[in-house]
């Protein structure tokens, strides 16, 4: 079984701000911690959820590829393994009240 290798960016200055990068392909994936920063979906992106220990994440991809796109469970499963969460639900929608977030922009 193959498995791929992902590698994290991380920015010193907001320890929230993640990217994902597959190693094998050209996936990269944003996270956003969503109790602690706004966020605002991009259309053109995909965009997943999981929670982990009562906080709220939302993935989404960077200029994703069709082909790449199949990757994008693997590379939130590994990151979840990474924050010592492996149980982390993944949701394909927001689970927060739409309130919480149409407007944010």
Known sequence: MDYNVYLLAT???????DVIHSR?????VKVYCLDEERFS???NEIQLYGYAEHK???FETVNVAAEDALDLVGAIQWY?????FPEMEILPE???????YRDVK
């Open 11 to 17: 920015d010193p200055q907001n320890p929230c701000r």
């Open 56 to 58: 709220l994440y939302a």
């Open 24 to 28: 094998d392909t050209r996936l990269k």
């Open 80 to 84: 979840a393994h990474y924050i010592e």
């Open 94 to 100: 927001d689970p927060r009240p739409r309130a919480q």
């Open 41 to 43: 979906p991009d259309d």
